[in-house]
């Protein structure tokens, strides 16, 4: 049995073809606009920003992009969200992580309003997620969620076991299947017996940061594995964090590194953006 693989490229074309639809259809009354604010020059987040500004280009999603220096005080740039807080024609904000060692990233992503907070970090978002209210979701975690929806794979009582527990994917993947009636265990590196787990698991989500860590002794035969990791291996390659080659032999469904869950992130951006701009447009009774 070789794995059915899940394009995230093909799952996030549908949905963006779906997003730009709808601005299409709002676009007379409000045009969904998102502020992204960059600083110093990180290679991986400005190549991330700059897809955000495609995408959203695409998508006739508003987009305006702040370059900052890296010597910025916490201040200015608590100032500068402050700003977009109070600006109508801005309905998302998204301040890109890393930040500089002397700026706080806890007391940044507070001080972005929750009814901006794109990005689902926000703990008042956080905690609407977690008792199951409308919330803006982490957008990689919701991406997974879509691409397993796509591909109409049953999560209902299913075993979910995720390797890794970022704030940004390992938990909030773990609630929202939860919050899909999976029964989940999180994994990490103070798990005793790895192998032990994830080889009971229906779900596997590796999130884990160690290129091709998961290996095809980590997986139950039929499991859905979806790969989240993107790391370079010596000869310069992309790879996920599952060894792809030897686990699409017992895997179900697979998603593949590059072209997996990758360009979910940035679909889900685009659809919690223009979801902030139709929430704006409700509050203010407006409507197509």
Not at 36 to 50: C, E, F, H, Q, T
Not at 181 to 186: K, Q
Not at 267 to 284: D, F, G, I, V
């Amino acid at each position: 049995m070789t794995a059915e693989l899940i394009s995230g490229k093909e799952v996030a074309a549908n949905l963006r073809d779906q997003i730009k639809k709808e601005v299409e259809e709002w676009k007379d009354v409000i045009v969904p606009g998102l502020a992204v604010i960059l600083v110093g020059d990180n290679p991986a987040s400005r190549s991330y920003v700059k897809g955000k500004e495609k995408a959203s280009a695409e998508a006739g999603i508003y987009s305006e992009l702040k370059e900052l220096p890296d010597s910025i005080s916490e201040a200015d740039l608590l100032e500068m969200v402050e700003a977009y807080n109070d600006n109508p024609s801005i309905h998302g904000i998204l301040v890109q992580l890393p930040l500089p060692d002397h700026i706080s990233e806890k007391k940044v992503i507070e001080s972005i309003s929750p009814e901006k907070d794109v990005d689902g970090f926000h703990p008042i978002n956080i905690g609407r997620m977690m008792t199951g209210q409308d919330a803006f979701l982490p957008c990689t975690p919701f991406g997974i969620i879509q691409m397993l929806k796509y591909k109409n794979i049953d999560v209902e009582g299913k075993h979910a076991v995720i390797v890794g527990r970022s704030n940004i994917v390992g938990k909030p993947a773990g609630q929202l299947l939860l919050n899909e009636n999976a029964t989940v265990t999180y994994c990490h590196s103070r798990t005793a017996d790895l192998q032990q787990m994830t080889t009971q698991a229906d779900i596997l989500i590796a999130a884990i940061g160690r290129a091709e860590f998961i290996k095809a002794e980590h997986v139950k035969e039929g499991a859905v594995v979806i790969d989240v990791g993107m790391n370079r291996k010596e000869n310069g390659k992309l790879c996920g964090d599952v060894d792809f080659e030897a686990v699409k032999e017992k895997a179900s469904y697979i998603t593949p590194v590059p072209g997996g869950v990758g360009p979910m992130t940035i679909t889900m951006l685009l659809y919690n953006t223009l979801q902030s701009a139709k929430n704006h447009a409700e509050r203010e009774q407006l409507k197509p």
